[in-house]
C-alpha cells in the first residue's frame, strides 16, 4: 500500500521474538500481588510478524503456524493488541480518536506457553501502530506504555539479552558472548502464568522477599562458555510447574539424556527449553525428543526486539 499524502506508510510490518528466562529469581509476593524478579531474559529465534494496514475500521486477525495445534487464541476486543490501540490512543493520540487499522499477526511462538508470545505481539503492536499513525513516541514513553501491558513487553521491544529487575519491567542490557543453541519443547497443555505463581506461593510460604540475584548466569554469558551457562542456569518457577505437569519433568531428564548440556521448563511453563552445545547438538537432541513428541523445534540466542521488517 502507498503512503497516504502525509507521507505516513500504508503498511507496517514488524517482527518480534520469543523469550527464554536464563535466570528467573523469584520473591515473596509485594503488596500489589506481583512477585519481584530478578531474571536474565533472552530473546530467541521464533518470531510472530504483524502487519499493521489503514483502513476505516479496526480488526485483529491472527494465523497460527501448523506447529501451533489447535490452540485457543483470543476472541475479538480480547486480544491484548486492542490494548495496545487503547493505550495508544488515550496517551499519544488526540481527545477522542479512535483506533483504525488493520492488524494481522503470523505467530510461530508458542501460546500460553511461557516464552512470551502476547508480549512479542504487545510490543511489534507498538512499534507497528506507532509508525501506521505517524505518532513518533520516544522509546523512553515506548518503554513506560509496554510495562504497562504486561512485565515482560519491555524486554520484548528491548531484545537481545537483557537483565530484568521490579515485577520484570525494568530492563537492562547485558553483555553476552555466545551464540547460544537451544532446542524448544512446545506444549499445548496450557499451564496459566498466575496458576503458576499462585502455586509457587503454596510451595514455597517463607520466601524470602528479595529473588535469588542473577550474577552466576551474568558471568557465565560474558564467559561466551556454554558448559558454564548451563551450570547457571535457575528457574525458580520451574519446582511449581513440574509440580503441577509432573511429565515436564520426565521430558527435561529425557533431554538431557539426549545429550543436552541442561533443559529446564520456559518461564511459567509449559514449553521446555534444552541448552545444547552447538547448533549440530541442537539437531541431534531435537531429532531424538521427536520420537516421542509431535513438534520439537531449534532457536538460536540472542537475537533482536521488535524491529521493522523491509
Ligand atoms: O505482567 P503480566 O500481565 O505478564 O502478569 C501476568 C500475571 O502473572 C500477573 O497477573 C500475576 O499473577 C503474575 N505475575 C506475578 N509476578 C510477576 C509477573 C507476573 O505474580 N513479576
Redesign the pocket.
Known sequence: MRPDPGGRPGAVRVRSAAKINLHLGVGA?RDD???P?DTVYQAVSLYDDLTASRADDWSVTTRTAVHLGDVALPGPGDNIVDRVAELLCATRCDEGCRPTARVEIDKTIPVAGGMAGG?ADAAAALVALDRLWDLRTPDDALLDLAAQL???VPFALVGGTAHGLG??EVVTAVEDHGSWAWVVVPDTGGLS??AV?RHWDTLFPDAPATPAPAQPVLTALASGDPMALAAALRNDLEAAAVDLRPDLGELIARGEAEGALRGMVSGSGPTCVFLCESPEAARDVATALSATRDVVLTAHGPVAGAHLLG
Request: glycine share 22%; net charge neutral; hydrophobic share 15%.
Open positions: 509476593p500481588g506481583f512477585h524478579l508480549s504486561g512485565s515482560d515485577r520484570g502464568t498466575p505463581y
